[in-house]
């Protein structure tokens, strides 16, 4: 079987134009055949990351949403777990049943390839322009803690999400122009997100490395500078390479998988990091998810704002 797998990976309109330069060709048998197997292995890898990142996302929305009382991070967490589970079921489904990696449930609907992507779009630039947010909200309670305790507003959480998500809807699905690039969601988050995340992340470095105070108490603020750097060094990637392939046609065929495999760890290792962070050191017994997750955003309950009511 051939795979024709390109930069139409994260393009809704992969028949409408063909001059990138990124369609493969094979001069023998055996380069094709590599080249499959090599697809086959990327795309299990990322099957089986978003499968591990569906349940780990899943019991974080399960507990933040119905078993955990909420405060203003409780918010930004569960939303942030709301995207990446998007993101993965979306990435899961586009591979299952818009390539060819599986032949017999192969689809060719234009509309309901449409839809899965700019979804999948979506979801990724919502993580990315909330971690976004989060970094920053972080970096003004270590920099002003004192205003950030005492003025912070009380539905700033509930605020920012929502219009992230609106945001992100109306550049993801909604086309400026008909002759807009089809990328320029990718651009807007880079410009938006790369500066103002690199910035925060080396301020909350500085902060967890130099301050002792910090080492001893900040689980939370630990927990969110290892989902940064984890979103830099994994999930930013994909939106670079995708701005340069449009910008200036610098994208290397065959490598689109590898990145997207990246972006999927990247969603799947947020549950991962509450877990390492907030268990106790040392400790024997085993305790559950409620309790490590509690114990991370008990920081936020301290200087995150007015408590918010429970979920019924």
């Known amino acids: 079987m051939a795979m024709n797998v390109s930069l139409t990976v994260m393009d ?19 380069e094709m055949l590599h080249y499959d197997l090599e697809y086959i292995i990327a795309v299990a890898f990322t099957l089986a990351t978003c499968c591990t990142g569906l349940v780990g996302n899943g019991i974080v929305i399960r507990l933040l949403g119905f078993h955990i009382k909420r405060n203003p991070y409780t918010t930004y967490i569960l939303t ?4 990446d589970f998007g993101f993965l079921t979306s990435l899961a489904i586009y591979y299952i049943f818009f390539s060819t990696f599986i032949p017999s449930l192969y689809i060719n609907d234009d509309n309901l390839h449409f839809i899965f992507l700019r979804f999948s779009w979506c979801t990724y ?3 990315e322009l909330l971690l976004t947010a989060i970094s920053i909200d972080r970096c003004v309670s270590i920099l002003f803690p004192i ?11 509930i605020t920012v999400c929502v219009l992230i998500s609106v945001f992100s809807f109306l550049i993801s699905v909604i086309p400026l122009t008909p002759m807009t690039t089809i990328n320029y969601p990718f651009f807007i988050s ?14 909350i470095l500085i902060k967890v490395c130099f301050k002792s105070q910090q080492r001893q108490r900040g689980k939370l603020l630990m927990a969110v500078l290892l989902c ?5 060094i994994l999930g930013f990637p994909l ?12 994208w290397l065929s065959g490598t689109e998988k590898y990145f997207l495999f990246c972006a999927s760890l990247n969603s799947s290792v947020n549950p991962v990091i509450y877990l390492l962070v907030g268990r106790k050191k040392g400790g024997r017994s085993r305790e559950t998810m409620k309790a490590i997750l509690q114990r991370v955003l008990k920081e936020g309950e301290e200087d995150g704002g007015q408590e918010l009511d429970p979920p019924s």
């Open 12 to 30: 809704d309109e992969p028949n409408d134009h063909n001059d990138t330069g990124t369609d493969l060709s094979y001069e023998s048998p055996a």
């Open 80 to 83: 942030l777990a709301v995207f």
């Open 125 to 127: 630039i919502s993580s």
């Open 147 to 157: 205003w950030h305790r005492c003025h912070r507003p009380t539905n700033l959480s």
């Open 190 to 203: 880079a410009l938006l997100c790369l500066p103002l995340m690199t910035i925060s992340t080396v301020i």
């Open 228 to 232: 940064l750097l984890f979103f830099l």
């Open 239 to 250: 939106t670079v390479i995708i701005v340069l392939d449009t910008s200036f046609r610098l």
